[in-house]
Structures are given as structure tokens and as C-alpha cells.
Nanobody, 123 residues
Framework: QVQVAESGGGSVQAGGSLSLSCAVSGLASEAYFAGWFRQASGEEREGVAAISASGDSTYYVDSVKGRFTISRDNARNKVSLQMNDVKPEDTAMYYC????????????????WGQGSQVSVDS
């Protein structure tokens, strides 16, 4: 059984930093792409970043390029999202996902999801 669990959300001031972590079980650590999505209140779920199984390739939505960094530790089967210089518009529920078929930024492409972790950025 595959399980995906996020941790590390919370409140932060604009311009600050926050790190999210995702623990995956039930999948071999180097056998799946992983991604982070976010969903603000009343909005559709948006792809934020994705990382290849080896960690060699990363992908970002334009709005977070240069500020967010996705990484993975395959020895621990964990995926992280480092968020720097956060902005109020980054406020959302953040979700970790594993395994996709189709465009990475499309939520419907992903198979396994965590329950989400709330990030709130105060201006």
C-alpha cells in the first residue's frame, strides 16, 4: 500500500522561508517521479514543482522559479520543497504526489497523493 505524507507547513512572514517534507512508503525510492502541488481557497490545484526519480531533472511553475527548490533523498525515500522569499500569493494547501502519466503540472496526471500541509504567508 502506497502512503504519502507531508509535513512542515505553517505560517511565515512574507520574504521568509519554509521547508516542506514528504515521506513516501510502498514505492521503491528511485522508481517514481514526485511532485508538489498547491491549492488556494477557491482555486484549482496547481503544479508547483516536480523531480525525476533519480533527482537529476527538476521542473517548476514560472511563479516559483528562483524561489523554490525541490529535492529528494532516495536513501530516506523523502522529497522536500524549500520555499524562499515567500509571498502572500504562495498561501495554499500544499500536496505531495507520486507517479504521473501526462503533463506533470496537471493534477489529474498523478496517482498517489498526501493529505496536504497548509502554508500561510502573512504580508
Amino acid at each position: 500500500q502506497v502512503q504519502v505524507a507531508e509535513s512542515g507547513g505553517g505560517s511565515v512572514q512574507a520574504g521568509g522561508s519554509l521547508s516542506l517534507s514528504c515521506a513516501v512508503s510502498g514505492l521503491a525510492s528511485e522508481a517514481y517521479f514526485a511532485g508538489w502541488f498547491r491549492q488556494a481557497s477557491g482555486e484549482e490545484r496547481e503544479g508547483v514543482a516536480a523531480i525525476s526519480a533519480s533527482g537529476d531533472s527538476t521542473y517548476y511553475v514560472d511563479s516559483v522559479k528562483g524561489r523554490f527548490t525541490i529535492s529528494r533523498d532516495n536513501a530516506r525515500n523523502k522529497v522536500s520543497l524549500q520555499m524562499n522569499d515567500v509571498k502572500p500569493e504562495d498561501t495554499a494547501m500544499y500536496y505531495c504526489a507520486a507517479i504521473y502519466i501526462g503533463p506533470w503540472a496537471r493534477a489529474q496526471s498523478w496517482r498517489y497523493w498526501g493529505q496536504g500541509s497548509q502554508v500561510s504567508v502573512d504580508s
